[in-house]
């Protein structure tokens, strides 16, 4: 099993940047692929990155490509998200998860990012 804590959100100003860190605790955290989501406010949760196991592969959606970063430090069993250019429509609660096909899917309670019009 796999526990998530996720920091770092907060008020942004437009155009401004932030990082978002994912604390993993448990065991086998290199087992795993992980990623965010995100769940703006009355909408739906949405994919925001993934990352592999190794750290080698990522993937973005496209509403973030080339704006926002994933990493992964598995010394640290940690998953960063920086975010630069944030605009508006990046206000959500973003959430950390862990997967992995056999040992589970795992998710954080979350850490709420807003950036004001």
């Known amino acids: 099993q796999v526990q998530l804590v996720e920091s770092g959100g907060g008020l942004v100003q437009a155009g401004g940047s932030r990082r978002l860190s994912c604390a993993a605790s448990g065991r086998n955290f290199s087992d795993y692929d992980m990623g965010w989501f995100r769940q703006p406010p009355g909408d739906e949760r949405e994919f925001v990155a993934t990352?592999?196991?190794?750290?080698?592969?990522?993937y973005y959606a496209d509403s973030v490509k080339g704006r926002f970063t994933i990493s992964k430090d598995n010394a640290k069993s940690a998953v960063y998200l920086q975010m630069n250019s944030l605009k508006p429509a990046d206000t959500a609660v973003y959430y950390c998860?862990?997967?992995?096909?056999?040992?589970?899917?795992?998710w954080g309670q979350g850490t709420q990012v807003a950036v004001p019009a």
């Open positions: 998860y862990a997967k992995n096909p056999v040992l589970g899917t795992y």
């Open positions: 990352i592999s196991r190794s750290g080698t592969s990522t």
